[in-house]
């Protein structure tokens, strides 16, 4: 089976042609056509401006991806139609309708969070020979719009257990790099920073609340975080907000107060489910120290479990596990016409496609 996958959620113009064969996965061409430099000087996505380049990308960027290919015979559309930011959506799935008509194939839609979950499965595919031993899974996604935890009993059966109220982990990021005045996007540029910092040589003492980390609920809430950055950072001389050491220790204690609250309900949630995986997904799953913690922490207090991260590569918004989706949904007849198929920005992961 052929697939070729459009995403087109956020600010990448994403697309890939998969080839699956007897279980097998192969990544016959894949191409992530990035906006970050257009959108850095907005400090996060603007969203007319994203519609524009993913129109102007797309038809570019699928010649690349089918050349690269060999031209191969498509069985199989998949694209992303939710959730994200709306306008950017309508052009990935309207691009899909018109490309299904004309060489005639059908479409599966994809959930764009249940992508990033199936983003651990790229490096091998079973389909629906699948074992179920590692069910039931709690997965954290967690990015720059999303911030989801949710119980996994198979593949395709989810519940959302608890989702951030405000701003997503990702998101405080941003809002907390435009305050110290580093680069777009957030994430990576407080993780450098952070990595930077010495404690034994740091003049500052900042501690940053953990918001949520305690209440019964599974749910998270990032804005307070932010704005405790923010009234510290004004109380500061300029010099000092201008300081390395202050940049630097900033860094690695908001870093640190986001990877200790999604560490510690992700754990509480598989205690509880008495889960037998972890499978963690999205942008900010790329933040090594988070990474690194995660695993520890697992390790040590629910020993035994399996536990999922993607590919760096992958964890980031890309077209090979839409694909990847796709034909898991597509054992799971998932196919659709391509005149029903629309964007919904807001589609939640335990809806019917």
């Keep these: 089976m052929i697939i070729l996958a459009i995403e087109t959620s956020c600010d990448d113009t994403c697309v890939a ?16 056509s990035s906006q970050v430099k257009l959108h850095a000087k907005y400090g996060g996505v603007y969203p007319t401006l994203a519609k524009r380049e993913h129109q102007q990308n797309l038809p570019i960027i699928l010649k690349r991806v089918v ?6 015979k498509i069985n199989l559309i998949a694209v992303t139609i939710g959730p994200g930011l709306e306008p950017c959506l309508w052009v990935g799935v309207n691009f899909a309708k018109e490309l299904a008509e004309k060489i005639n194939s059908p479409i599966v839609p994809i959930n764009h969070i249940e992508a990033h979950i199936l983003a651990n499965f790229i490096g091998g595919v079973q389909g629906s020979k699948t074992k ?9 996604v967690v990015s720059g719009g999303h911030t989801q935890l949710i119980l996994m009993e198979n593949f395709g059966k989810y519940k959302i257990l608890g989702e951030t109220r405000d701003d997503a982990a990702g998101e405080c990021f941003d809002k907390v790099a435009r305050i110290l005045g580093l680069d777009y996007p957030g994430g990576p540029a407080i993780a450098v920073e952070a990595a930077k910092f010495q404690i034994l040589n740091s003049k500052f003492r900042i501690n940053l609340p953990r918001p949520m980390i305690y209440q019964k609920n599974y749910d998270f809430s990032f804005s307070g975080l932010k ?16 300081s390395k050491d202050y940049i630097q220790k900033m860094s ?5 107060a986001v990877i200790d609250v999604l560490i510690y309900k992700t754990i509480k949630a598989a205690k509880n489910y008495k889960a037998k995986t972890i499978i963690l997904g999205g942008g900010v799953t790329a933040n090594q120290e988070l990474r690194k913690q995660f695993k520890r922490k697992v390790e ?20 090979v596990m839409i694909a990847l989706t796709a034909y898991f949904n597509y054992l799971k007849e998932g196919i659709k016409k391509w005149k029903e198929i629309e964007a919904d ?3 939640r992961i335990d809806e019917k496609i």
Excluded at 252 to 256: H, T, Y
Excluded at 300 to 319: R, V
């Design 17 to 32: 042609i998969l080839e699956i064969r007897s279980g097998k996965l192969k990544i016959r061409s894949n191409v992530v």
């Design 67 to 72: 050349k690269k290919a060999d031209n191969p």
């Design 132 to 140: 179920t031993q590692n069910f039931p899974a709690i997965c954290l």
């Design 227 to 242: 704005t405790a950055v923010l009234y510290n950072f004004k109380n500061q001389p300029l010099k000092i907000r201008k």
């Design 252 to 256: 690695a204690e908001v870093q640190q």
């Design 300 to 319: 040590k207090e629910i020993p035994g479990t399996k536990y999922l991260l993607p590919d760096i590569k992958f964890s980031t918004d890309n077209a």
């Design 345 to 347: 920005a807001n589609l």
